[in-house]
Nanobody, 124 residues
């Protein structure tokens, strides 16, 4: 079983919305911390949002707070990223991450398991 599978990427105009999904294996989802990252061409991978799937608490990067919402569906072991008011600078490959090993929730070095990524392109 593939541990993390993202879906929902695509093209959208600025100001539009998109919802990404990340279906996790039971083992990964039970590790409680799931996160979304993104990587634009020529840039480092950056944390976008993270959620504690047990407590429901969330954390967001400043660049997306108020526009993006991370949520969970425990019955489906799935984490979502609702993206609203999208901007061209949100264009990137978005990755789901799990198996958090400790430390800052939005640092990529603190996750062992990654999905294959899904492209989001925002046109102006």
């Amino acid at each position: 079983q593939v541990p993390l599978v993202e879906s929902g990427g695509g093209s959208v105009q600025a100001g539009g919305s998109r919802r990404l999904s990340c279906a996790a294996s039971g083992i990964i989802y039970s590790s409680k911390i799931m996160a979304w990252f993104r990587q634009a061409p020529g840039k480092e991978r950056e944390g976008v949002a993270a959620i504690n799937t047990s407590a429901g608490t969330t954390v967001y990067a400043d660049s997306v707070r108020g526009r993006f919402t991370i949520s969970q569906d425990n019955a489906r072991s799935t984490v979502y990223l609702q993206m609203n008011s999208l901007k061209p600078e949100d264009t990137a490959v978005y990755y789901c991450a799990g198996d958090w090993i400790g430390g800052y929730f939005l640092h990529p070095d603190n996750y062992n398991v990654w999905g294959q990524g899904t492209q989001v392109t925002v046109s102006s």
